[in-house]
């Protein structure tokens, strides 16, 4: 049982049928057409080699098919890693301590040895502080700042900046060395891709095409860009023209290779190989989730942090860089048929094929045609609906986009993310800063106590009933000191409070400081205090403290009890007089 | 009116009358001699030559006296904030940018600023999110640091580290070329000031003073020993024996004088400005409302951020550097007879005296003696009790003292206190990131719906009826979506799930995606999702959104309205069959 839980794949493995196989192998030929470009693009946009990207669409599928939870995902390299890839590569190589390649790839076995090892400890949970805002605004600005970049190679100039700023800057400086045939070219294949994205479909299926293969052919639009452009570079001669091409490529099988380790490299890298992990995880695990409804297969994120892991390890060890699930491959394989993991594995043989015998013929593809590529794959990915959605919803929620997005845009993505989880937690906690509480009264003849505000209920001038309607914290605990002694001050004849807990399902150590301090500031003004209907695990965690030795009053189990007790000896407590 | 908000020193300044005077002149007199060695000490923490301290304990003075809220606070130069100071100064320093003296100065302004614009804005609720165990845990690894620190004074030895590791490494390294007769004057200085501390009071009183006579004895023990060592190190050359003394003071009054201003040197200043800032209010707040309490005084923490924002600024523009409300000082200016701030105003008269007459008799000073002043003082800021009782109390807030104390000692005050804050709050939202739920049922022939686990109670087959307990956001949603999803798969002849919502007091838009989520979900296994007893401003945001319309059942009013409908048409829903 336990090598089952270890391995997902020998679930499926177990009775694999032939008719799986028909159908992953045809899933996994339109996948490995759709990843081939896909692969060059996204490594040429990491700043690295195009062979590195063939290589990270090999070994990482095949380790991610073994030990991956979700039956249809396809992990490779994605737009929004490999910018964060960029932004990590680029500042410490930079510094000239090493080059761009071997930082990629120990930024790909730092992110898979966390996402390893938070799998085994079970930490899926850490995902969940990164609200669906802030993760939805990051790629929004992600995909804006990447769309940006590569009017780079688009136009034929080169574009260093990794934010909004710089790069409009970069642009608006540079714009007249642009390259016409380079620019022609990759306006051309935009314009076609556009076209194919969004006209093609319905073309297709007006001539009588199914709809399954016409979305086949729309996807692998790219690949049909690349079979025109190819032979015409090569035959138009495009180099000598001054078109940038994507040159020598070596051909065959990446080396197995140990990424280059050293501590201060680690120490530079861990932040951004962690935020890359965990973006990464996020966005597979939606995607994971989304396919296995439909199918009702369940996805377990604690096994997926483990795929990933072991999917982004085998990246570093096969001069790869980092990887993850993405979603419009993953969608494809889904769409094409596939069946089981059995589609990656067949797809990591195809890439392997591609890198032995299609590298030469990579020679003559213009880079403006991959950008063009990348350009209109991340369209996809800005979200106006989040932003939409969240100006109606919440302002809250509408903040922590707009934060994350202007940060991320005027800053970079590192600094981006950061920023949006802060502003996630920040407003969150000043949200439950205020605690709902409610002078509460007891409603005529029942054993009930209502808000006064909102009741006709009967209140005594010698007893203050407030309900606190939320776990006290240290966010919290000034404000509720503030709000008694406010109450407090509103009523002469005072002589008990009694605080009603029936919500407070904890009291950290702040908010006990600040329940003495009420306790205090009551018996200087000769007023006790009293808790009623307080938890069995608070009672328990209260009892552990000296608070109940100092407080004035005492503790109640319902507060009715509280009542009709302080009530009977109210004009015996000299405080009334 | 405005005017007596902005100046709360009016309230007190009209129709002051002659016995306040003379009750504020008697602790001003006390505080003084307090204030005095306590000023040169914290200068030499800080890093900053001697007369620096007591141009911090001037001008500061009297501006919190006219902007401050307290009527006993004292304000000056304090044991952590000069830490902080020493670590935050010597970092810029190092890199030669700017001399300690203008980068403490600046310090102080920015803090100044800082603490003024949240005055203004009402900011002050920013300091909640620093919890009680952090403070605590971040003053007592302070303390510690500081004490080990004075060691090398108090050898004659330079000791450069601000970490425990460097601190004991640096000590065992250079532990032999202690001095020995600077060890003698400072180990005799520590020696007698413990003797006072712990035992001088009693044996007063025991000769027949009174209690509070004895007390400001007690108090004065530093400049007991200063006014023996003085004559003793001038009359016996302790210079020639090369016992490094204060030396050369200039005489006179601060010159008003202008921060130097620089962008880069801002931005550098910033993060620690803040953290002394924010540190430094937390503090002056707890002595203000601790002492205010005893005389009904209130404290507004908005008042005091521009109180203690004026003092720093005042700092800032006479060669002082950041000051903050003293505890020790405060107690004694209180203890002393203090009525106003007028005690203040006139223990700053005094400082500026000893700063024009009595700077030549600080030459003579061995600098040990100070260090032993600061040692026994910081001592009584090591907060035992806070981490028996966190122990005892509750796991999150133990883990975050000894987090917040362990990097405190380990990488320094600056990444200590950032990491507490980073663990208070990452701990409170684990601890929230499982929403209290439970499967209710109905209690028999009542509308009362109770946990199933706790009660004896009926429920239907075809419905699941879940109570939320707390508010959903980005850190539970997905445990709820885990947990219905759980709930469903046990029970197979289900129709309907009703969440039942009266504790829910928000939903963001994280937790809203997973409401979707369910719903999605449910559709496809044929069951749906109805709400109940939802609050009226969850119910207002949930319409400002797409998510009504996609819910596949209906939103009750009641709960009980909600199974009594579902029942009724129970056996003609198709997904019963």
């Given at each position: 049982m336990r090598i089952d839980q270890a391995l997902p794949a020998l679930e499926w493995l177990r009775g694999y049928s032939r008719e799986s196989l028909i159908n992953d192998g045809l899933a996994a030929l339109v996948v490995t057409i759709?990843?081939?470009?896909?692969?060059?693009?996204?490594?040429?946009?990491?700043?690295?080699?195009?062979e590195m990207g063939l290589y990270a669409s090999i070994l990482p599928l095949i380790a991610y098919a073994l030990f991956g939870s979700s039956r249809t995902l396809s992990v490779g390299p994605v737009a929004v890693a490999s910018l964060m890839t960029a932004s990590a590569v680029g500042a410490v190589a930079s510094q000239g301590v090493v080059d761009y390649a071997s930082a990629a790839t120990l930024l790909a076995l730092l992110g898979g040895l966390m996402l390893i090892a938070m799998g085994l400890l079970k930490f899926g949970f850490v995902s969940h502080f990164l609200s669906h805002p802030v993760v939805s605004g990051f790629i929004t600005a992600s995909a804006i700042i990447i769309a940006l970049g590569q009017l780079g190679p688009l136009l034929g100039i080169g574009l260093k900046g990794a934010t909004l700023p710089s790069l409009v800057h970069d642009l608006y400086t540079r714009l007249a060395e642009a390259h016409g045939l380079t620019f022609a070219v990759g306006a051309g294949s935009v314009a076609f891709l556009l076209l194919a994205r969004y006209r093609l479909h319905d073309w297709l299926t007006g001539i009588g095409l199914g709809g399954r293969t016409a979305e086949l052919l729309v996807r692998s639009a790219p690949v049909l860009v690349m079979a025109v452009l190819i032979p015409l570079s090569a035959v138009a001669n495009f180099q000598s023209a001054g078109?940038?091409?994507?040159?020598?490529?070596?051909?065959?099988?990446?080396?197995?290779?140990?990424?280059?380790?050293?501590?201060?490299?680690?120490?530079?890298?861990?932040?951004?190989?962690?935020?890359?992990?965990?973006?990464?995880?996020?966005?597979?695990?939606?995607?994971?989730?989304?396919?296995?409804?439909?199918?009702?297969?369940?996805?377990?994120?604690?096994?997926?942090?483990?795929?990933?892991?072991?999917?982004?390890?085998?990246?570093?060890?096969?001069?790869?860089?980092?990887?993850?699930?993405?979603?419009?491959?993953?969608?494809?394989?889904?769409?094409?048929?596939?069946?089981?993991?059995?589609?990656?594995?067949?797809?990591?043989?195809?890439?392997?094929?591609?890198?032995?015998?299609?590298?030469?013929?990579?020679y003559f593809l213009p880079k403006a045609v991959l950008a063009a590529t990348i350009m209109v794959a991340v369209i996809s990915l800005i979200d106006f609906d989040t932003i939409t959605l969240a100006r109606r919803y919440r302002t809250a929620d509408f903040s922590a986009v707009v934060i994350t997005i202007a940060i991320t845009l005027l800053a970079g993505v590192e600094i981006g993310v950061?920023?949006?989880?802060?502003?996630?937690?920040?407003?969150?906690?000043?949200?439950?800063?205020?605690?709902?509480?409610?002078?509460?009264?007891?409603?005529?003849?029942?054993?009930?106590?209502?808000?006064?505000?909102?009741?006709?209920?009967?209140?005594?001038?010698?007893?203050?009933?407030?309900?606190?309607?939320?776990?006290?914290?240290?966010?919290?605990?000034?404000?509720?000191?503030?709000?008694?002694?406010?109450?407090?001050?509103?009523?002469?004849?005072?002589?008990?409070?009694?605080?009603?807990?029936?919500?407070?399902?904890?009291?950290?150590?702040?908010?006990?400081?600040?329940?003495?301090?009420?306790?205090?500031?009551?018996?200087?003004?000769?007023?006790?205090?009293?808790?009623?209907?307080?938890?069995?695990?608070?009672?328990?965690?209260?009892?552990?403290?000296?608070?109940?030795?100092?407080?004035?009053?005492?503790?109640?189990?319902s507060h009715h009890g509280a009542v009709t007790a302080l009530r009977a000896k109210g004009t015996a407590d000299p405080a009334q007089t």
């Open positions: 759709m990843l081939i470009p896909q692969s060059l693009a996204y490594a040429l946009l990491a700043g690295l080699p195009a078109v940038p091409l994507v040159g020598q490529i070596p051909s065959g099988l990446p080396a197995f290779s140990t990424p280059n380790i050293s501590w201060p490299l680690i120490q530079e890298l861990a932040l951004p190989a962690f935020l890359i992990a965990l973006i990464g995880f996020i966005e597979s695990v939606s995607v994971g989730k989304t396919l296995g409804a439909k199918r009702r297969q369940r996805l377990d994120p604690d096994q997926e942090l483990i795929g990933l892991g072991a999917a982004n390890t085998a990246a570093a060890f096969s001069g790869g860089f980092p990887v993850t699930g993405g979603f419009s491959r993953s969608v494809v394989n889904f769409e094409a048929g596939a069946d089981t993991q059995m589609a990656s594995v067949l797809a990591a043989l195809g890439i392997g094929l591609a890198a032995i015998f299609l590298t030469p013929m990579l950061l920023a949006g989880v802060g502003a996630s937690v920040g407003l969150h906690l000043y949200h439950t800063s205020r605690p709902h509480f409610a002078v509460v009264g007891q409603l005529a003849d029942t054993e009930h106590y209502r808000n006064v505000e909102r009741h006709s209920v009967v209140t005594d001038p010698h007893i203050l009933s407030m309900r606190i309607d939320e776990s006290l914290y240290f966010a919290n605990a000034a404000y509720l000191e503030e709000m008694v002694f406010a109450q407090v001050a509103l009523r002469e004849h005072l002589a008990h409070v009694v605080l009603m807990c029936p919500a407070v399902n904890a009291i950290d150590l702040s908010a006990l400081e600040a329940l003495k301090e009420i306790n205090n500031g009551l018996i200087e003004s000769g007023v006790k205090l009293h808790l009623s209907e307080v938890k069995g695990p608070v009672m328990d965690a209260l009892q552990r403290s000296d608070f109940l030795s100092h407080l004035s009053g005492e503790v109640f189990l």
